[in-house]
Nanobody, 117 residues
Framework: VQLQASGGGLVQAGESLRLSCARTGTSFGSGAMGWYRQAQGKKRELVAAIRRDGSTKYAESVKGRFTISRDKVGNTMYLQMNNLKFEDTAVYYC????????????WGQGTLVTVSS
């Protein structure tokens, strides 16, 4: 299973970006999927997650600004990021569990989001 994240870039504060994550290498569906981020000098943190049933959860810092979505099988996942802030600057990683759930076992390579103030 491979995950490929894309869509990062340089934007100004207040602008939007949409990240994509493509999952390949298996015909099996995915369990939960999520977006993590790691800013320079900080620990990796969960930004948003979505289960197979479509239920979602968000970090407090992004609630109301970010929206996670996926197709039912889990071949594609998105993170719509609106009203970006300087503190959203980080490398964003997509991750997925096996279809039965559990820990995030599959990780993408990361895509850099830079927000200028």
């Amino acid at each position: 299973v491979q995950l490929q994240a894309s869509g990062g870039g340089l934007v100004q504060a207040g602008e939007s970006l949409r990240l994509s994550c493509a999952r390949t290498g298996t015909s099996f569906g995915s369990g939960a999927m999520g977006w993590y981020r790691q800013a320079q000098g900080k620990k990796r943190e969960l930004v948003a997650a979505i289960r197979r049933d479509g239920s979602t959860k968000y970090a407090e810092s992004v609630k109301g600004r970010f929206t996670i979505s996926r197709d039912k099988v889990g071949n594609t996942m998105y993170l719509q990021m609106n009203n970006l802030k300087f503190e959203d600057t980080a490398v964003y990683y997509c991750a997925a569990t096996k279809i039965g759930g559990g820990e995030y076992e599959y990780w993408g390579q990361g895509t850099l989001v830079t927000v200028s103030s």
